[in-house]
């Protein structure tokens, strides 16, 4: 049974410092993997999603890798802003085909602080 | 592209009272999903549908809730009655279908506060 877990829980940085999330899941065999951002009692939004055949994808300051057979990803914010304080979410799609519920973790929750 | 649309953004509701949210997905978007979603945890699938059918609802607590998607486009989840333990974000989410190669959008979610 896939299992996701993201550590740390929440993580408390200054403003301006470069962080790195985890998130590492028990089952190799994903089809892909998302991070989603949440703002508190608010929706998700997508960051980043990495299909199981991609090393890493970017968008602006955000990064995230894949390794699938060490079962882990990160996310990698460089400097950070208080605007990025959230809840970060990781997402494993666990294989091909339709009707596949995707399998999450219970986030991080990050403070930036000015 | 208009996003998931969700409705109302925010609801208290005592015990025992029923209530409903509303879900207008991504035009063009035969999938929608709703996830509750308590707070610290990770969202909880409550029922997929493709078109106007039900493809899961094995999570969802059928002596209390009701989905529905009539046309195949909006969606209505009711809660009767409510209990306090139904207190959390109710999410809608849509995809292009059920394939694991379509990425689900997410709408802002409906926090239930049930006293």
């Known amino acids: 049974k896939q299992e996701v877990t993201q550590i740390p829980a929440a993580l408390s940085v200054p403003e301006g410092e470069n962080l790195v999330l985890n998130c590492s899941f028990t089952?190799?065999?994903?089809?892909?993997l998302q991070w989603f951002r949440q703002d508190p009692g608010k929706g998700l939004t997508s960051l980043l999603l990495i299909q199981s055949s991609q090393r890493e994808q970017t968008s602006g300051r955000l990064n995230a890798s894949l390794d699938k057979s060490s079962g882990r990803s990160t996310l990698y914010i460089a400097a950070s802003q208080p605007g990025d304080s959230a809840t970060y979410l990781c997402a494993v799609r666990p294989g091909a085909g339709n009707n596949r519920k995707l399998i999450w973790g219970l986030g991080t929750s990050l403070a930036v602080n000015p | 592209e208009a996003g998931v649309a969700q409705s109302p953004r925010y609801k208290i509701i005592e015990k025992r009272q029923s209530v409903a949210f509303w879900c207008n997905p991504i035009?063009?978007?035969?999938?929608l999903y709703w996830y509750q979603q308590i707070l610290g945890q990770g969202p909880k699938l409550l029922i997929q549908?493709?078109?106007?059918?039900?493809?899961?609802d094995s999570q969802l607590p059928k002596d209390r809730f009701s989905a529905e998607r009539l046309k195949g486009v909006d969606s209505t989840l009711k809660i009767q009655p409510a209990k306090l333990e139904d207190s959390a974000v109710y999410l809608c989410a849509s995809s292009l279908g059920p394939k694991s190669s379509y990425e689900q959008y997410f709408g802002p979610g409906t926090r239930l506060t049930v006293t």
């Open positions: 035009s063009g978007h035969a999938t």
């Open positions: 089952d190799s065999a994903i089809y892909n």
């Open positions: 549908f493709q078109n106007n059918g039900v493809v899961d």
